[in-house]
């Protein structure tokens, strides 16, 4: 049987990447390959085979005390050394053709890719976010958009103190850049994916020169998504509360340039600005409520029921799956125009984009739709079509394959079709005796 190992640092659904993780995970072992997982131990971990395999859990947010724990820490958070004994022992075990990696660094650390690429397996790297030409990943500094480091420049990243406003930590972050760009643990990757044609083309200009990226956006089980095409009059937003989701331009717009809140906004989610939002805008007679965080068929209702879903992002979204799970809903998006955003939103037609952080805008866009049903209706339709006509979790899946058989040249089809004929011969010789 054909083997494919599958490595993200978390094994349990943390994000949007550990989705997009687990859905091809379970396409691949529904395929009947053999599936090979590589991550970090967590007490909320799936379960899995390869277990004892994982490296040991490592939480970086910790307090850490003392001068030699931090050092270690530093040290492991560039090269995780049990990351790389324990990925040589999985390879010399399972033999696998080929490494599909997704979220990695930090915690299972890119130190990994070139062990795989010296043992004859062939590596494929999604990228989730901007970390290849962004030390801090997200292209922000203090809050405000940046491409400064430009897949080079990872000085400024100390320099400007992007992560969290300390020097430690975005000095920490400069150096592990520096040190896989040295180390060129990138350059043994084969192909890179990218969700989105933006994210394809950041990278490839400032750091992937010369490499292949295939843009593949991701996918959603469509069956999951099924609309009843409600519409219980009420705005939506669902996702983290923290400032480069725009969550505070939302709440401008909606307090103060809506003509009327009659249409009331529902927040879902949580994160660092979760307390302060609540103190400034709930039980103010504002019609805002905070529902917390929701999972599951739980959120599905909350969005079925929506009239429109906001996503007022403020930095540069890759391929979101917010407007993957809308849109599978039949819901029509008002988004910031920035980011691969406007290349899942139809300005006009299955949506409205606005321009990033202007609130008057935004708030223009969800009064013509919350005063209007019949375009919101007909919006909705749109993008359900949208959904099943490019993001399908079946289309993805099916060029996901493909590009598996094109990096390994066409191997690991022949091979899944000789595995085939085995199983229907050993069949049918079990019948015949």
């Given at each position: 049987m054909s083997s494919v190992l599958l490595a993200n640092k978390f094994f349990y659904l943390n994000g949007g990447s550990e989705t997009v993780f687990f859905q091809e995970r379970e396409f691949l072992k529904g395929q009947g390959l053999k599936v090979i997982d590589f991550s970090m131990q967590h007490p909320n971990n799936f379960d899995s085979d390869y277990a004892e395999f994982f490296v040991a859990n490592v939480d970086y947010s910790a307090a850490h005390k003392g001068f030699g724990q931090r050092i270690k820490m530093a040290k492991d958070f560039i090269s995780n050394p049990e990351a790389v004994r324990k990925i040589q022992a999985l390879i010399t075990q399972?033999?696998?053709?080929?490494?599909?990696?997704?979220?990695?660094?930090?915690?299972?650390?890119?130190?990994?890719?070139?062990?795989?690429?010296?043992?004859?397996?062939?590596?494929?790297?999604?990228?989730?976010?901007?970390?290849?030409?962004?030390?801090?990943?997200?292209?922000?500094?203090?809050?405000?958009?940046?491409?400064?480091?430009?897949?080079?420049?990872?000085?400024?990243?100390?320099?400007?103190?992007?992560?969290?406003?300390?020097?430690?930590?975005?000095?920490?972050?400069?150096?592990?850049?520096?040190?896989?760009?040295?180390?060129?643990?990138?350059?043994?990757?084969?192909?890179?994916?990218?969700p989105s044609r933006f994210l394809a083309d950041m990278v490839s200009q400032s750091r992937l020169k010369g490499k292949r990226v295939f843009i593949l956006p991701n996918g959603i089980d469509l069956q999951r998504y099924l609309p009843s095409g409600k519409d219980e009059g009420y705005i939506l937003y669902f996702g983290r509360l923290s400032k480069e989701k725009g969550i505070e331009t939302l709440l401008k717009a909606y307090t103060q340039y809506l003509s009327t809140s009659s249409f009331p906004l529902r927040i879902i989610g949580t994160g660092p600005l979760e307390n302060v939002l609540r103190a400034k805008y709930q039980n103010t007679g504002q019609n805002v409520e905070f529902c917390g965080y929701k999972f599951g068929e739980e959120l599905r209702k909350y969005i079925d029921a929506a009239s429109l879903v906001v996503v007022p992002s403020e930095w540069n979204e890759n391929c979101s799956m917010v407007v993957l799970e809308s849109m599978a809903m039949g819901k029509p998006i008002i988004a910031s125009r920035i980011g691969g955003l406007p290349e899942q939103i139809e300005d006009g037609e299955t949506g409205h984009l606005f321009e990033m952080g202007n609130a008057e805008d935004l708030a223009a866009k969800m009064e013509e739709l919350m005063r209007r049903p019949f375009l919101r209706r007909q919006m909705g339709q749109k993008a359900r079509e949208k959904a099943e006509r490019e993001y399908s979790l079946e289309r993805h899946c099916l060029a996901l394959l493909k590009i598996y058989d094109e990096v390994l040249e066409g191997n690991l089809i022949t091979t899944r079709r000789q595995d085939e004929k085995k199983s229907t011969a050993n069949k049918r010789a079990d019948f015949a005796r």
């Open positions: 399972e033999r696998p053709v080929l490494a599909h990696l997704h979220n990695i660094y930090h915690q299972l650390t890119p130190s990994i890719i070139p062990i795989l690429r010296d043992r004859g397996v062939k590596v494929i790297l999604t990228l989730h976010d901007y970390k290849l030409i962004c030390p801090s990943y997200a292209m922000l500094n203090n809050g405000a958009i940046c491409s400064q480091c430009q897949g080079r420049h990872f000085w400024k990243a100390a320099k400007n103190r992007c992560l969290d406003g300390s020097l430690f930590k975005s000095l920490l972050l400069s150096c592990e850049a520096y040190w896989h760009l040295w180390a060129k643990s990138y350059e043994a990757v084969d192909v890179f994916i990218s």
